[in-house]
């Protein structure tokens, strides 16, 4: 009897303490809206920001928003250093996952002022250029 709640109550709590660790680790990571993204890039005090844009070039290709540079996700690792840890860096993608991921990258690397995208391009209203 104590065999089968073990095997029934280990897998729920490896789940719950995965979904709680992932919940944490994303929290110190600063998130804005789309809104929040446009009302950046017009702000001219922004001019010590970098948008980057960390979806594949095909997908950046397809479609983005003028002001962004593309450092894919797949290679931020090795292009991350074109990054200055002095200006805010702000991370875009599809939906805001991979952005997240990007950010907690930069965080490991030492940039302390990341910011990622909810959302992403899905929710974005604004132009996008082709």
């Not at 907690?104 to 995208?117: F, H």
Request: aromatic share 10%.
């Amino acid at each position: 009897m104590r065999i089968k709640t073990i095997v029934i109550y280990l897998p729920i709590v490896f789940l719950i303490l995965y979904f709680g660790y992932t919940q944490f680790e994303n929290k110190s990571i600063k998130t804005i809206s789309t809104t929040e993204l446009a009302q950046k890039l017009e702000d001219e005090s922004s001019s010590n920001t970098i948008f980057v844009d960390v979806r594949e070039p095909h997908e950046f290709e397809a479609g983005h928003i003028k002001e962004m540079k593309n450092i894919p996700l797949s290679t931020l690792k090795t292009d991350y250093k074109s990054l200055s840890k002095d200006a805010e860096i702000v991370l875009f993608c599809r939906s805001g996952k991979r952005s997240l991921q990007a950010a907690n990258i930069l965080k490991d690397y030492g940039y302390s002022n990341v910011v990622s995208v909810n959302g992403g391009i899905q929710a974005w209203q604004g132009e996008v250029v082709k």
